[in-house]
């Protein structure tokens, strides 16, 4: 079954208004969340890294300050989509890995369309 | 140049068939590597999970990596139109929670009845 929850797997909504995303770890505590972006037919583009309790890590070209992240609890962390515009139309996936040295489990994605 | 290459396909096959995959990688301090499945709309599924160099079996699915040649390879015996899905390689250079993935652009697979 899934080990990583992602909520909502679909978003509709005007440009300007700000989305959250939530990334949720089932039945085991994550302290580090992953968020990926992928436009259709490409790969996942890593965004940036969560950490409970601290700062997120955002990769290079991310805007952190248009992709807020927050990891507040270790089974909880959400990414929030400021001021969303047709340009950050795209899926949106987490991970998790449930322990240290094992490889990571994806939520089944968030696909955000801005009109 | 991309540090993880993978055809994208399609890649089109009768049932029953063997499914053959590879990815190519230029980062030679990629350790582990994993074999993920992704279904439209869907998020990757883990399919296999492999460390250094060697083969690994499980059910119909096995993996080898040939670190030497930088080169990794998926197969899927006794293909069924439910393994139509894009495959996607994975590498990392650690296993801690840390780890960032690698992925290559994922070969999309049609099992045709």
């Known amino acids: 079954g899934a080990v990583v929850s992602q909520h909502p797997s679909r978003v509709i909504c005007k440009s300007g208004t700000s989305v959250k995303i939530e990334c949720r770890s089932l039945?085991?505590?994550?302290?580090?969340m992953f968020w990926y972006r992928q436009f259709p037919k490409k790969s996942l583009m890593l965004m940036a890294t969560?950490?409970?309790?601290?700062?997120?890590?955002?990769e290079q070209g991310v805007e952190k300050d248009k992709f807020l992240i927050n990891h507040a609890s270790l089974t909880l962390s959400t990414l929030t989509v400021t001021s969303a515009h047709p340009e950050d139309s795209s899926f949106y996936i987490c991970?998790?890995?449930?322990?240290?040295?094992?490889?990571?489990?994806f939520g089944d994605g968030t696909r955000l369309s801005i009109l | 140049q991309k540090e993880v290459e993978q055809d994208p396909g399609p890649l089109s096959v009768p049932e029953g068939a063997i499914v053959s995959l590879n990815c190519t990688y230029s980062n030679s301090a990629f350790q582990y590597f994993m074999w993920y499945r992704q279904y439209s709309r869907k998020g990757p599924e883990l399919l296999m999970y492999t460390y250094s160099s060697g083969n690994k079996e499980d059910g119909r699915f096995t993996a080898q990596v040939d670190k030497s040649s930088k080169y990794i390879s998926l197969f899927i015996r006794d293909s069924q139109p439910s393994d139509s899905a894009t495959y996607l390689c994975a590498m990392s250079e650690r296993t801690d929670s840390w780890g960032k993935l690698q992925f290559g652009a994922g070969t999309q697979v049609v099992v045709t009845p």
């Open positions: 991970s998790a890995s449930i322990s240290t040295g094992k490889p990571q489990h």
């Open positions: 969560s950490n409970e309790g601290s700062k997120a890590t955002y």
């Open positions: 039945d085991f505590q994550a302290t580090t």
